[in-house]
């Protein structure tokens, strides 16, 4: 299916630039497409769907915090290490969470 929607768009692409009037139909597109942006249902829209984006990333960053998960790479975070690998612990990757369940 991506396949797909890659050739279409490819397509539509070469017809707009490779026809005649080529740079006025995509200046006509693109000003159809700013119209549209601007359009207020359309930016209330992207503001709904940008509120909820938010929220989801807020409770599965609260969810992945309270798990067994979350305390292992808050305290491998806040435990400093002399061992070589600092870098993965800073990092909240360590070998000893691989294969742990949420």
Known sequence: ????LMFITGLAAGFVLGSRAGREK????????????????????????????????TEGKDKINQSKLGEKLHSASTTPTTSGSADLSTSGLSSTSTGTKI
């Open 1 to 4: 299916m991506r396949g797909k």
């Open 26 to 57: 995509y200046e006509e597109i693109a000003a159809n497409a700013k119209k549209v942006w601007e359009h207020p249902t359309v930016q209330e829209a992207a503001g709904v769907a940008q509120a909820q984006a938010n929220k989801l990333y």
